[in-house]
């Protein structure tokens, strides 16, 4: 019986030890912190043996196979001796995809991915096919196979979760934009960054497809110098393009093999440019999965959004309140000014991940009436915007941050929470950061 360890209790690690034990494998989860009461019912309610507050090296040392969760770095000491023993160390995406014959469009970028996934998700779903949804989003994509049957699969897949991969090649790989993110996980350097995003094509044929931001310069640069055998679509907002999906006089055209069909941007529920790629991509994987034009266009019509991505809360004295709390980086905070259309009030701030917030001055001068800083170390904003924006404060938790945010604010004003950081610093994660933000509205 192979022996297989999983590092980390959350969602993708009881799900793997869940799938592993169905498949044979005499499994064992260790967690360096404390599991939630939830995970750990669910491991004794599966009788999964598991420890917790520490690492076991004798009971980890020995694996025939390591599932590591995304959140664990490849510097953590227990991975360098897992490394030097020779031990294969996978992530979920890889294992879980062992045990499933099903189609997949696996989704990754720096930006988009969540919208973009769900969207596509919503499509299939529509169109009438049995679709999961799973990765760096919902419940755990190893789970759903131990326990579901699914033809096909939209899946956001982080560049952590690449990282672990080998085998795992989707039908459909969609990459929505690189920008650097994440960088102290890579040594600080965007080249290792960008060729962990394409480790989505790496396992590709010709019979499969890569979907990507034909605008995006290091995209391009990449596959200038690369090669992958997947066939190619682009999509773009600026130029026209004969295969792939492009944006022309408030329409969207989409060519694939000769064949076009087109959708009017006004009725796509999402708005905003970043959101106009997002649909090009979505549209172009359903299209490939055979899923008819009017299902398409009326799927874009009715689509809800993620939640914590430029979320309308709630109207308050005319005043517009703005949950974009998953917003981790200075590129999704760029697209949410850019679709801003009234003077904003902008919370922002919480664990910098090595962010140049100068890309976002044009919108700061055009929009932005005060800043309300959110962190703990808000020092950076405050000397890049210093000299531009009147009204800066800093404050330390959400409720403040509003109440500074409805003071500033007055008729026919947005105070939009976009803050390009990390929320660990005052948060349990970004959708915990949201929530509090949306209840903090509520109370006002």
């Not at 393009?241 to 694939?256: F, T």
Request: neutral net charge; charged residues 25%; aromatic residues 10%.
């Amino acid at each position: 019986m192979k022996k297989m360890v999983v590092l980390g209790a959350g969602e993708s690690g009881v799900g793997t030890a869940i799938l592993a034990k169905k498949q044979g494998y005499e499994v064992f989860v260790s967690d360096k912190g404390v599991i939630t009461p939830f995970y750990k019912n669910v491991l004794l309610q599966n009788e999964i043996l598991f420890e917790e507050n520490q690492h076991t090296e004798s009971n980890i040392l020995n694996a025939d196979i390591v599932m590591k969760s995304p959140g664990i770095p490849d510097k953590v000491e227990i991975i360098k001796k897992l490394t030097s023993k020779g031990v294969k160390i996978i992530s979920e995406i890889e294992f879980a995809s062992w045990f499933s014959k099903a189609t997949y469009v696996g989704i990754t970028g720096s930006n988009g991915k969540t919208t973009t996934t769900l969207l596509v998700h919503h499509i299939l779903k529509k169109g009438g096919l049995n679709a999961g949804l799973a990765g760096n989003i919902g419940k755990s994509f190893a789970q759903q196979i131990a326990e579901q049957n699914y033809e096909v699969f939209a899946l956001e897949i982080s560049s952590f979760q690449l990282d672990g991969i080998e085998k795992f090649a989707p039908h459909i790989a969609i990459l929505t934009n690189i920008s650097p993110d994440h960088l102290d996980r890579y040594d600080y350097d965007f080249n290792k960054y960008i060729n962990s995003k394409f480790r989505i094509t790496m396992n590709q044929t010709e019979n499969d497809y890569l979907i990507y931001d034909g605008d995006d310069i290091e995209i391009n640069k990449w596959l200038k110098k690369h090669k992958t055998k997947a066939r190619l679509l682009p999509f773009s907002i600026v130029k026209e393009l004969e295969q792939g999906a492009y944006l022309k006089n408030d329409m969207i055209y989409i060519n694939i093999d000769k064949e076009q069909f087109t959708m009017e941007t006004s009725k796509i529920a999402i708005q905003g440019k970043h959101n106009m790629k997002n649909a090009m991509a979505a549209a172009m994987a359903s299209h490939l999965l055979k899923i008819r034009k009017s299902t398409i266009r009326e799927s874009m019509e009715d689509f809800e959004g993620a939640e914590h991505r430029l979320e309308n809360v709630l109207k308050v004295n005319g005043v517009q309140y703005i949950n974009d709390s998953k917003a981790t980086n200075v590129n999704a905070t760029f697209y949410a000014l850019e679709s801003m259309k009234t003077p904003t009030v902008w919370i922002v701030g919480g664990i910098d991940k090595g962010n140049d917030y100068l890309e976002l001055m044009p919108f700061v001068r055009e929009k932005v009436k005060a800043i309300v800083c959110l962190g703990v170390d808000n020092q950076k904003i405050i000397e890049t915007f210093g000299n531009v924006i009147d009204i800066i404060v800093e404050t330390t938790s959400i409720k403040q941050a509003v109440a500074e945010s409805y003071r500033f604010a007055v008729k026919g004003d947005s105070v939009l929470l976009s803050p390009a950081c990390a929320s660990f610093d005052l948060f349990e994660n970004y959708e915990d950061r949201g929530r509090q933000f949306k209840q903090a509205v509520r109370e006002l």
